[in-house]
């Protein structure tokens, strides 16, 4: 069985600037949600997809969209890079309403 | 009020030592329950689900009181590899709502 698998590891970028992180979900999981953990804090929810449609959405701005496609795994794009957008982003995946299993996450750095 | 909080910490306790964290949720339309526990810069890893009726793993017990809206993770018999920081989870609907999380150190 394959975990929860996230790239890349680690990205620098700018501010202003696009990213898109990816995520490749555990076998056969069709549930995929995305947080965002500030140094310090938990994980905040930003969005889940079911079945490549978005399921759920935390309190962030549409500048973070995302993607999920028919082999399940899923892109989280944000547009417009801000400093505070400095974080792990995590992806998680699981059965609808199951518990959840994390990847090792994007540490993502605006500078 | 935050939707989950947990209790500040950090815990410092002994190698053999029994700690309690506790952990209170807003929401009375939630369904599911979990612990999770993440080491430094690492991802969260799943620790135990909770049970209304009370769930034990060998040294670790979950305690979940719907009415009070409370959960609650009791270790015992504490390791050094117990130190990390531990998660309350709470899920309604698609969103799952994780607490601040509370850092427990294992001293030798």
């Known amino acids: 069985e394959t975990g929860v698998t996230q790239s890349p590891t680690h990205l620098i970028k700018t501010r202003g600037q696009q990213v898109t992180l990816r995520c490749s979900s555990q076998s056969g999981h069709n549930t995929v949600s995305w947080y965002q953990q500030a140094l310090g804090q938990g994980p905040q929810f930003i969005f889940q997809?079911?079945?490549?449609?978005?399921?759920g959405r935390g309190n962030f701005p549409p500048r973070f969209s995302g993607l999920q496609f028919p082999n399940y795994s899923s892109e989280l794009n944000v547009n417009a890079l801000e400093l505070d957008d400095s974080a792990l982003y995590l992806c998680?995946?699981?059965?609808?309403?199951?518990?959840?299993?994390f990847g090792p996450g994007t540490r993502l750095t605006v500078t | 009020r935050k939707e989950v909080e947990q209790d500040p910490g950090p815990f410092n306790v002994p190698e053999g030592a029994t700690v309690a964290f506790n952990c209170t949720y807003s929401n009375s339309a939630s369904q599911s329950f979990f612990w999770y526990r993440q080491d430094c810069r690492k991802e969260p890893k799943l620790l135990m689900s909770?049970?209304?009726s009370g769930n034990e793993d060998g040294r670790f017990t979950a305690q979940l009181n719907r009415a009070s809206q409370y959960i609650s993770l009791l270790i015992r018999d504490s390791k050094l590899s117990d130190s990390a920081t531990y998660l309350c989870v709470v899920n309604y609907g698609q969103n799952f709502v994780f607490g601040p999380g509370t850092r427990l150190s294992v001293l030798p």
């Open positions: 998680a995946s699981s059965l609808a309403g199951a518990e959840q299993y």
């Open positions: 997809y079911y079945r490549e449609e978005e399921n």
């Open positions: 909770v049970y209304s």
